[in-house]
C-alpha cells in the first residue's frame, strides 16, 4: 500500500473531518448553481406507449451482466402477473399494469437504475462507493464497500439490492447502464435487443428533444411529462407514458429537490455547532464558575466585615478595660503611696511624741535614751 | 452486611447468572450463525428494508438512551451543578458502555465490519450524514471511555494516570457535548434523504432538530430510571454522599425533562404546522403519531413536573421509564414503522427471532458489564484515596 499524494490528501481530509466532524463539499452546501448534468453525457429514454412487454431487456441484460439463472425462464410471461422491484439477481424488471388504457391493452414499464445526476446513493455513502461518471452511468464501487446499505435507504426510486445470502463479500448490486459497454462504443445489454424502440440510447439533450417530438406529434396519446427530466433534480434515464405516470408505478411525489441538497442543511450545520458549541459550553463554564466564585467572595466580604467589626468591638472594649485598670491600677499606686506616706508621717509623728515625752519625763537614764536611738 | 453474607452463600448460582448465562450462549450461537450465514440467513431484511430492528433498537434507540453520560456531566462539570456530581460516574459508565454496544450491534448489522474504519482511511464520503454519524461515534466512544477511565485507574490503583484525565475533564465534557449534539442530531439527519420514504408526520427538516431534544430527555430519564435500579440492587455499594443526593438528582432531572419534553412537544406540534400536515393527524398513521405525542410526549412532561412539584418520587421514576419507552418508540417509528409507509402490509418487516434474540444478547452483555464494574470500581460511592473529587 503505497502512500500516494491521493491518498496523503485523503487523509488530511479525515483529520479535518475529525476535527470539524465534517467537511461539506462545496456546490451542494449553499449555493444557487444548479447542476444540469455533464455536458454530452448518455441517457436512455423509455417510451412505455412502445413497449410490448417481451421482457427480452431483461434476458440481455441477465447475459452481458453474468447474472445468475433466473427462477423462471425469461420467455416465461406469467412472471409479469406479479409486481416486481430490481434484485441482486436481476438489475432491470418489467411489469404489467392493467385496465389503464381504453383499449384494454396493458401498459408494460421497465425498470432499473435511473441513474440520477446528482445521485442519492453517491451521496449518501460515506466510502464514496458510488461515482456519477461524465458518461452519464452511476457505478459502484465493490472494493470500499462497508455494506452500511445506507445507499439503499438514500434511492428514492428503490432500485439497489444487497446480496443477504453472501456470509463474506456482500455487494450491493445495481444496474451499471452497461458502462462498461458504452466505453466500448456499445449499446446497453437492454438497448441492444429491444425490438420495439421503447428504448432509446443517446445522448440526454438529444433524448430530451425525441420526448418532445413524440409528446408533440401525439398530444392526444401522451401525458404531457417527461418523467426524470427534473425528478430528484433529473435523472439519466428518462419515460414518457400514454397513462399517468403513478398508474405505472413511478412515483409522482418525489419533488424536484436533488438527494444532495435535502441533507445539505444539516451537514452545513454541522462545522458551525464545531465551531460555536464549545464557545457557548466555555462561556456558561467561566459564567457558572465566576458566579460561584462570586458567592464565595461575597461570603468571604461578609465574614471578614463582620469579623473586622467584632475585633474593633473587641480591641475598645479591651482598650477601656486596660485604661480602667490602668486608672484603678494609679489609684492604687497613689492610695499606696498616701498610706505610705501618712504612715511614715504618722509613725514619724509617733517617735517625734515618744521623743517629746522622752524629754517632758525629764532627765531618764542616758543610756537607756541612747540606746532606744540606736536600736532603731 | 447480611445481604453480602447471603449472596456469598449462593455463589455464582444466582438467578441473575443463570438467566444471563442462557441469554449469552444463546447469544454466542446466534453471532456464529450470522457470521457463517450471513445477514440473509438471521434476519428479516430485505431490499426494501435495509435497515431493521438492530439499526432502529440496538443504534437509533441505544444512543438515545446513552445521552445521559453528557447531559449529566454537562450539568455538574459546565453548568456547576455539583449538587448532582454522584450521577456523573453511573451516568458516564451507561454512556460508555450503550455506545459500545451500538458499535458492537454495527459489526452484526454491516455487511463487511471488518471494513469499518474505511471511511477514515481508505475512501472519505464526507458529502454522507452517516460519515458524520461514524466519526462522531468513534469521536464519543473514545471521550466516554476517557471520563469513565478515572474510576478505572482508581480501581487499579494508577495514581498518576487518572490525574492527568482528571485535569482534562473539563476538555473531555465540552468536547463530549459537541459531540453528542451532532452525533445525536445527525441519526435524525440521516432519514432526510428520504422525503419520499418516511411518513410525513415524522418526516420534518427539523428531524436533526427533534432527535437531539429527545436525546436530551431520553439521557435525564435514563439517569433517573438507572439511579432507582441501582439503589434497589447496589444499595450495599452506595455511599452516604450518592444516598444523599440520590433523590435531589430525581427531582431536579424530572424538573428538567419536564420543561425539555413540553419544549419537545411544541417543536413537534410546529413540525407539522411548517408542512402544513394537518391532515394526515385525521388518518390511521395520524392516530399513531398522536399516541407518541400526546402520550409519550405530553403526558411525561405533565408526570414529571408533577412529579417534581409535589415532591412524589415514585411518579417521577414511573414517568422515567415511560418516557425511555417513549423515545425508543419514537426510534422504532422513525427507522421501521413510519418508514416504508407507502408500501403494502405483505412487503413490511417485521424483525425474526435471531434479530430480536441478538438485541437482547447484546443488551445482556450490557447488564452484565454494569454489574461487574459497579461491584468493583468506585462508580457509587467515592474511592477513600480519592475523597474531593466526584
Redesign the interface.
Same mark, same amino acid.
Given at each position: 500500500m503505497a502512500l500516494t499524494r491521493r491518498k496523503f490528501l485523503?487523509?488530511l481530509?479525515?483529520g479535518a473531518?475529525?476535527t470539524t466532524?465534517?467537511? =461539506?463539499?462545496p456546490a451542494?452546501a449553499a449555493s444557487n448553481k444548479h447542476f444540469e448534468g455533464h455536458p454530452d453525457s448518455n441517457a436512455v429514454l423509455h417510451d412505455l406507449v412502445a413497449c410490448v412487454g417481451c421482457r427480452r431487456c431483461e434476458a440481455a441484460c441477465n447475459k452481458v451482466n453474468d447474472l445468475p439463472e433466473p427462477d423462471q425462464p425469461f420467455a416465461d410471461l406469467t412472471v409479469l402477473e406479479t409486481k416486481r422491484? $430490481? $434484485?441482486?439477481k436481476a438489475y432491470t424488471v418489467v411489469n404489467r399494469y392493467d385496465g389503464l388504457r381504453p383499449s384494454g391493452q396493458p401498459v408494460f414499464a421497465k425498470k432499473q437504475c435511473n441513474h440520477c445526476l446528482e445521485p @442519492?446513493c #453517491?451521496? #449518501?455513502?460515506?466510502?464514496?462507493?458510488f461515482t456519477k461518471t461524465p458518461e452519464g452511468p452511476v457505478v459502484y464501487n465493490p472494493k /470500499?464497500? =462497508?455494506?452500511?446499505?445506507?445507499c439503499? =435507504?438514500?434511492c428514492?426510486f428503490?432500485i439497489?439490492?444487497?446480496?443477504?445470502?453472501?456470509?463474506?463479500?456482500?455487494?450491493v448490486v445495481k444496474c451499471t447502464m452497461c458502462h462498461p459497454r458504452i466505453m466500448e462504443g456499445k449499446l446497453p445489454g437492454c438497448v441492444s435487443v429491444c425490438p420495439t424502440e421503447a428504448l432509446v440510447f443517446g445522448k440526454r439533450k438529444d433524448l430530451l428533444n425525441t420526448a418532445r417530438q413524440r409528446i408533440a406529434r401525439r398530444p392526444d396519446l401522451y401525458v404531457d411529462h417527461i418523467y426524470g427530466e427534473n425528478e430528484m433534480g433529473g435523472t439519466s434515464w428518462l419515460y414518457i407514458s400514454d397513462v399517468p405516470f403513478e398508474k405505472a408505478g413511478m412515483?409522482m411525489?418525489? @419533488?424536484i429537490t436533488p438527494?444532495?441538497a435535502? $441533507?445539505a442543511?444539516?451537514?452545513a450545520?454541522?462545522p458551525m455547532?464545531?465551531a460555536l458549541?464549545?464557545v457557548l459550553?466555555?462561556g /456558561?463554564?467561566l459564567m457558572? $464558575?465566576r458566579?460561584?466564585k462570586e458567592a464565595h467572595q461575597e461570603k468571604e466580604d461578609a465574614l471578614k466585615s463582620a469579623r473586622e467589626q467584632e475585633q474593633a468591638a473587641a480591641k475598645a472594649a479591651l482598650k477601656k478595660a486596660s485604661e480602667d485598670a490602668a486608672k484603678a491600677q494609679q489609684k492604687a499606686v497613689e492610695k499606696a503611696v498616701k498610706d505610705a506616706l501618712a504612715q511614715a508621717e504618722k509613725k514619724r509623728e509617733e517617735e517625734q511624741k515618744a521623743k517629746q515625752q522622752a524629754q517632758e519625763a525629764g532627765q531618764s537614764p542616758d543610756g537607756q535614751g541612747q540606746e532606744s536611738e540606736e536600736e532603731s | 452486611m447480611s445481604s453480602q453474607a447471603v449472596r456469598a452463600d449462593r455463589g455464582i448460582i444466582t438467578p441473575f447468572n443463570v438467566i444471563a448465562g442462557i441469554i449469552v450462549i444463546m447469544g454466542m450461537v446466534l453471532t456464529a450463525w450470522r457470521f457463517a450465514g450471513g445477514l440473509g440467513a438471521v434476519t428479516n431484511l430485505d431490499n426494501h428494508y435495509p435497515w431493521g430492528l438492530w439499526i432502529g433498537l440496538d443504534l437509533m434507540a441505544g444512543v438515545a438512551l446513552a445521552a445521559g453520560g453528557f447531559v449529566t456531566s454537562a450539568a455538574v462539570h459546565v453548568f456547576g451543578m455539583k449538587k448532582y456530581s454522584s450521577a456523573v460516574r453511573p451516568a458516564i459508565l451507561t454512556g460508555f458502555l450503550g455506545y459500545a454496544l451500538v458499535v458492537i450491534a454495527l459489526h452484526y448489522d454491516v455487511g463487511r465490519p471488518w471494513r469499518l474504519p474505511y471511511p477514515f482511511i481508505m475512501s472519505q464520503g464526507t458529502t454522507s450524514l452517516l460519515f458524520e454519524v461514524a466519526a462522531c461515534v468513534a469521536l464519543y466512544l473514545t471521550v466516554l471511555f476517557l471520563e469513565f477511565s478515572p474510576a478505572a485507574m482508581e480501581w487499579l490503583g494508577l495514581k498518576r494516570a487518572r490525574l492527568i484525565v482528571v485535569r482534562l475533564m473539563l476538555l473531555l465534557t465540552i468536547f463530549g457535548v459537541v459531540l453528542s449534539t451532532l452525533h445525536q442530531s445527525s441519526l435524525g439527519a440521516l432519514f432526510l434523504i428520504a422525503p419520499g420514504k418516511l411518513h410525513p408526520l415524522w418526516y420534518s427538516s427539523y428531524l436533526p432538530v427533534f432527535f437531539f431534544v429527545s436525546a436530551v430527555v431520553a439521557g435525564l430519564s435514563m439517569v433517573i430510571f438507572e439511579s432507582s435500579i441501582t439503589a434497589r440492587y447496589f444499595a450495599d455499594k452506595m455511599d452516604e454522599t450518592h444516598k444523599q443526593q440520590k433523590t435531589t438528582v430525581a427531582f431536579g432531572f424530572a424538573k428538567a425533562a419536564a420543561f425539555t419534553l413540553a419544549g419537545y412537544f411544541f417543536a413537534k406540534v410546529i413540525g407539522i404546522a411548517v408542512d402544513n400536515n394537518w391532515h394526515y393527524l385525521a388518518t390511521g398513521y395520524g392516530a399513531w403519531f398522536l399516541v407518541e405525542l400526546l402520550g409519550f410526549v405530553a403526558l411525561p412532561a405533565f408526570l414529571f413536573a408533577i412529579g417534581a412539584r409535589e415532591q412524589r418520587l415514585g411518579l417521577v421514576k414511573f414517568t422515567a421509564g415511560w418516557s425511555v419507552f417513549g423515545i425508543i418508540l419514537n426510534r422504532l417509528n422513525v427507522s421501521l414503522i413510519a418508514f416504508n409507509y407507502h408500501l403494502p402490509a405483505s412487503e413490511r418487516y417485521f424483525p425474526s427471532w435471531q434479530e430480536i434474540g441478538t438485541s437482547i444478547f447484546l443488551i445482556t452483555l450490557g447488564l452484565i458489564a454494569f454489574k461487574f464494574i459497579v461491584t468493583r470500581m468506585p462508580i457509587l460511592y467515592s474511592h477513600p484515596d480519592y475523597p474531593d473529587e466526584h
Open positions: 485523503g487523509w481530509g479525515a473531518a475529525a466532524a465534517a467537511a =461539506v463539499k451542494v422491484r $430490481t $434484485t441482486e @442519492g #453517491a451521496s #449518501a455513502c460515506f466510502v464514496k462507493a /470500499v464497500c =462497508v455494506g452500511c446499505r445506507y439503499m =435507504v438514500a428514492p428503490e439497489p439490492a444487497y446480496e443477504y445470502q453472501k456470509a463474506f463479500d456482500p455487494e412515483r411525489d418525489l @419533488g438527494a444532495p435535502l $441533507t442543511g444539516a451537514l450545520a454541522v455547532i464545531a458549541w464549545p459550553l466555555g /456558561v463554564y457558572s $464558575t458566579r460561584d | -
